[in-house]
């Protein structure tokens, strides 16, 4: 493939639509997933969309035990309800292995054992974020190996697979975002989507698992926009039709402007439930996030019911949503 890719089986629709919640057990629910899966949930049961309830979970090394469980009750708590599920990625992989040998049978993915400091040493230059712990670094395509079909056997299960990414503008438009326009051959080149620890990495995983569950509205946060051009690549290679609708919402930060973390603080919902505040509470302050206040520009309490009843998505601010003290303290002040 060269050129634009433009999908065009981009769903659109209300009744008869699925969408899900993806909670992952590396960590809890905090204020800025939680309005994300607040918003989701809004939008889903507005609009008649069925909800499927997804635990990604293969990202082994980071879990964290109990998360899922804790996950799983604190969506309850905020009256965030699903129709299906939860359905845990890692209790069968087969459908991966499928996709992955159909890739490698295409000559489409190739094992790769060099490491991040081999990658690295072979660019021209150093990244620019090589220095940042978990971030990824571009893998030119002058790096890979000979382009060939390749069968499962061939190598190692246990290896580092990469896609062969085509070097098309990946364009698409977001209900929320607008339209995309996006290089991935630039911005991150052949991209890892099976793991040495014999599992599939997040691009591939996500790909197989809406494919599958029939998911067709994905609500997000827009820190994933360019991991949206990786994924409809990889519908595209795979053949799989329909490709989802995207949503994708500012995030949730804190004062420095970097993603809501625990160097903000303690912002997890089980936390605040467990000091007391209560849940209008905590669905107040998202609801402020999200264009809806009371007089004056001010948080007040609201039901999640009242939520799905008063959510319109054209409202939602387009900035992101910055959690200072004063929520903080906003939060903790009064409704114990």
């Known amino acids: ?34 309005r994300t899966f607040l918003v989701n949930f809004a939008l889903a049961r507005q ?3 069925r909800i499927v309830l997804r635990i990604e979970d293969l990202d082994t090394p980071r879990n964290k035990a109990g998360a899922d469980r804790d996950a799983l009750e604190a969506l309850e708590w905020l009256g965030i309800s699903w129709d299906e599920g939860p359905i845990y990625q890692s209790r069968d992989l087969e459908p991966y292995r499928t996709a992955l040998a159909k890739l490698a049978a295409r000559a489409l993915a190739y094992p790769s054992e060099l490491s991040r400091t081999e990658i690295e040493a072979a660019a021209s230059a150093p990244q620019a974020d090589s220095g940042e712990a978990g971030r990824e670094i571009v893998f030119p395509a002058y790096l890979r190996p000979a382009l060939i079909a390749r069968t499962l056997e061939d190598a190692d299960i246990e290896k580092n697979w990469r896609f062969v990414t085509p070097p098309d503008t990946v364009e698409f438009e977001d209900a929320f975002a607008g339209h995309q326009r996006h290089e991935p051959a630039r911005s991150i080149g052949d991209f890892v989507i099976w793991t040495k620890r014999g599992q599939p990495a997040y691009q591939l995983a996500v790909v197989v ?3 599958r569950q029939g998911i067709t509205q994905v609500v997000r946060g827009d820190d994933l926009l360019d991991s949206t051009a990786r994924q409809i690549l990889l519908y595209q290679a795979l053949g799989m039709k329909p490709i989802p609708a995207w949503r994708h ?3 949730v930060v804190g004062p420095d402007g970097r993603r809501l973390a625990k160097r903000h603080g303690d912002s997890r919902i089980a936390t605040y439930r467990a000091r007391g505040v209560r849940r209008e509470r905590i669905v107040g302050l998202l609801a402020k996030w999200c264009g809806m206040t009371g007089a004056g520009g001010v948080a007040q309490e609201m039901s999640t019911e009242e939520f799905v009843e ?18 903080e303290a906003w939060l903790l002040s009064r409704g114990r």
């Open 47 to 49: 609009r008649k969309w």
């Open 249 to 251: 919402l500012p995030l």
């Open 209 to 211: 698992d809406d494919h």
């Open 1 to 34: 493939m060269s050129g634009s890719s433009s999908p065009s089986a981009m769903r659109e629709g209300e009744a008869g639509e699925v969408t899900r919640l993806a909670p992952s057990p590396t960590g809890a629910l905090h204020l800025g997933n939680a």
């Open 310 to 327: 008063r959510f319109e998505a054209d409202r939602m601010p387009r900035e992101k949503a910055v959690f200072g003290a004063h929520d």
